[in-house]
C-alpha cells in the first residue's frame, strides 16, 4: 500500500470493525508523508 489514501480507507474500515491496530511492513506509504500524519492526527478529533 503506498497511496496514503488506501491507507485512510483501510484504518477507517479497521476502525469500524473494532480493529485495535492495523500493522504496516516492508514497502508500504511513508508514515512521515504530510498526507498520513495528518490522517492521523486528524482522527482523535472526529475521523478524516
Known sequence: ???PGN???VDRAADAAG???VVLTGRT???YKS???RLFT???V???
Open 1 to 3: 500500500m503506498r497511496d
Open 7 to 9: 491507507l485512510g480507507a
Open 19 to 21: 480493529v485495535d491496530a
Open 29 to 31: 506509504v511513508d508514515l
Open 35 to 37: 498526507e498520513v500524519v
Open 42 to 44: 486528524n482522527e482523535g
Open 46 to 48: 472526529g475521523g478524516v
